[in-house]
């Protein structure tokens, strides 16, 4: 709530500012509240472009967050809605074809992906971000052992005891490569140190997150998102 006053105030100074918008859109997924988060896609100013806001918070990895219509056109955008950064546009659209459970189309365009993420962590092997997407596809594409090893590297370059809130990508990657290759108690692991780190994740979050879909019966999982020790 805090988070949302702040966030207000800075809308009303300037209401096109995207990255304010999404910061308030995350804002009630924390609390898991899917609803509010989409009623606040739903009102943006008509100056912000759908395609740019859709591809904006897809490329962020929340996807997931859109509703239907806005997840429709997800699928219709070109890696120029993404700055033409081919890998972001491919892992974006392979995360939700996955999610759909269209396993042809999500390794495709994984498959699209894999030589950009490659081509990166060869240039450079300490970038964790690179690292992530790289395991991310890799787990689309049935690659277990690589998969997880990438996802393990990227996590281990970007700490928790250093900066949380920035390692946090890294480790959320690896959250969802596990949960992707069906390794459940790791996924939960890896969820358990952000949340005890205190990173952007939260029980609200998880509660939401459709990449988690499959950890909702583990009752390891049920007491993440209660918000239990």
Do not use: C
């Amino acid at each position: 709530r805090e988070a949302r006053q702040a966030v207000n105030r800075g809308l009303a100074l300037n209401p096109v500012q995207l990255d304010l918008v999404l910061r308030k859109v995350w804002s009630h997924v924390q609390e898991g509240d899917l609803a509010a988060a989409r009623a606040v896609l739903a009102a943006a100013p008509k100056e912000i472009e759908r395609t740019a806001l859709v591809a904006y918070l897809a490329a962020w990895g929340g996807g997931w967050i859109l509703d239907a219509p806005r997840r429709d056109l997800l699928l219709r955008l070109t890696p120029r809605e993404f700055g033409d950064d081919r890998a972001a546009w491919a892992n974006a659209l392979a995360s939700e074809h996955w999610l759909r459970g269209e396993l042809a189309e999500a390794r495709r365009f994984a498959a699209e992906a894999l030589p950009v993420y490659r081509e990166r962590v060869d240039e450079l092997p300490d970038d964790s971000g690179s690292r992530a997407g790289l395991g991310a596809m890799l787990a689309i594409l049935g690659h277990g052992e690589e998969a997880a090893r990438e996802a393990e590297r990227a996590a281990a370059l970007a700490p928790l005891e250093g900066n949380p809130w920035l390692a946090a990508e890294a480790h959320y990657s690896l959250a969802v490569v596990h949960t992707r290759l069906g390794n459940q108690e790791m996924a939960i692991d890896a969820l358990e140190r952000q949340l005890e780190a205190h990173t952007w994740l939260s029980p609200g979050s998880l509660r939401a997150d459709a990449n988690f879909a499959p950890l909702r019966g583990n009752p390891r999982f049920a007491r993440l998102t209660a918000g239990e020790p």
